[in-house]
């Protein structure tokens, strides 16, 4: 999902990283449906007006060199869903290229605190019936040698672990 949201052309090379959880992450869920227990029908019908719109600002595709649009997003998420730090670590909203799939934005300083790195994959995609596949180039675990990251080929334990999406 990562690769179709940012839009990456067919046979360029990409790294592909892959992250843990390291402690419970906290979010604030952006367009997630909140109940309706109570409220009056004008309430409802506001209630899914709203929703409506944060779906369609948070869901809408761009497009290639407008980028800067999704600028009322990121104002909408840190001026109406932006808890204190120690309330929420990150923010979830919804995936531009896949429904109902979500994308995490962390806070920079928590983001360390709470996630380390698992691998990183060096691919290509290859178009196919589906869209794409992965073509996996190398792949790391992230342990560092003393001349960086240490690389694997396909086929390898570290690659069935960490990135079994190329097999």
């Given at each position: 999902?990562?690769?179709?949201?940012a839009k990456i052309p067919p046979g360029r090379l990409f790294a592909?990283?892959?992250?843990?959880?390291?402690?419970?992450?906290?979010?604030?869920?952006?367009?997630?449906?909140?109940?309706?227990?109570?409220?009056?029908?004008?309430?409802?019908?506001?209630?899914?007006?709203?929703?409506?719109?944060?779906?369609?600002?948070?869901?809408?595709?761009?497009?290639?060199?407008?980028?800067?649009?999704?600028?009322?997003?990121?104002?909408?998420a840190k001026d109406y869903f932006d808890l204190p730090p120690e309330v929420?670590?990150?923010?979830?909203?919804?995936?531009?290229?896949?429904?109902?799939?979500?994308?995490?934005?962390?806070?920079?300083?928590?983001?360390?605190?709470?996630?380390?790195?698992?691998?990183?994959?060096?691919?290509?995609?290859?178009?196919?019936?589906?869209?794409?596949?992965?073509?996996?180039?190398?792949?790391?675990?992230?342990?560092?040698?003393?001349?960086?990251?240490?690389?694997?080929?396909?086929?390898?334990?570290?690659?069935?672990?960490?990135?079994?999406?190329?097999?």
């Amino acid at each position: 999902m990562a690769i179709a949201e940012a839009k990456i052309p067919p046979g360029r090379l990409f790294a592909l990283i892959r992250y843990k959880s390291t402690a419970p992450i906290n979010v604030a869920m952006i367009g997630d449906e909140p109940s309706q227990a109570g409220l009056t029908k004008d309430q409802h019908l506001k209630l899914t007006m709203l929703m409506n719109f944060l779906e369609h600002e948070f869901t809408r595709d761009v497009g290639i060199g407008t980028e800067y649009l999704y600028l009322a997003s990121e104002i909408i998420a840190k001026d109406y869903f932006d808890l204190p730090p120690e309330v929420q670590d990150a923010w979830c909203y919804p995936s531009v290229a896949s429904r109902p799939a979500v994308n995490v934005a962390f806070r920079p300083a928590l983001a360390r605190a709470k996630i380390s790195l698992r691998g990183v994959a060096l691919a290509r995609t290859v178009p196919s019936q589906e869209g794409y596949r992965l073509k996996g180039i190398a792949f790391s675990d992230a342990k560092d040698g003393p001349e960086g990251f240490r690389w694997h080929t396909h086929g390898t334990a570290v690659q069935a672990s960490i990135f079994p999406e190329f097999l």
